[in-house]
């Protein structure tokens, strides 16, 4: 995901959505981390700039870096762990309402994802 105009108020905005939608900020790697039902495939987001690293946007965000964009991923607990399709949708889902905020949601080679693409990742047939 990639926002088309970061800034302060962005970051404001972010951070109020995550928090609305149950993010919660992991100090150790400063991630937001959404489990919700399945503790054993989170939803992951990370800064999609440079470390990964994202401040937390939920205690003053407007005093942070502006976000240039985020990574959404789903994190596999052990090999043998695959997201359902219930998680890959929250995951476009998740992808979608951030994209709200000025953003486009791009796949591995930064390329827009199309609504046959969000599908494709609802099935498990895309790896984005």
Sequence with gaps: MLFEAPSPALND????????????????SKTF??????????????????AG??????????SQPPVKGVSIKIVK???TLTP????LAKLV???????RLGGTV??????????AGFNA???????V
Excluded at 13 to 28: D, I, K, N, P, W
Excluded at 53 to 62: D, K, R
Excluded at 93 to 99: D, N, P, R, T, Y
């Design 106 to 115: 791009v796949d591995a080679e930064q390329q827009p994802i199309t609504p």
């Design 13 to 28: 905005r972010l951070g109020v959505t995550l928090s609305s939608l149950g993010a919660v900020y992991e100090q150790r």
């Design 77 to 79: 607990n052990s090999r």
């Design 33 to 50: 981390a959404v489990t919700e039902d399945s503790s054993r495939t989170p939803i992951v987001i990370e800064n999609a700039v440079g």
């Design 93 to 99: 889902s998740l992808s979608k309402k951030l994209a």
């Design 121 to 127: 990742v609802i099935q498990g047939q895309a790896r």
């Design 84 to 87: 359902s399709k219930l998680q």
């Design 53 to 62: 690293q994202l401040p937390p946007l939920t205690e003053s965000p407007a």
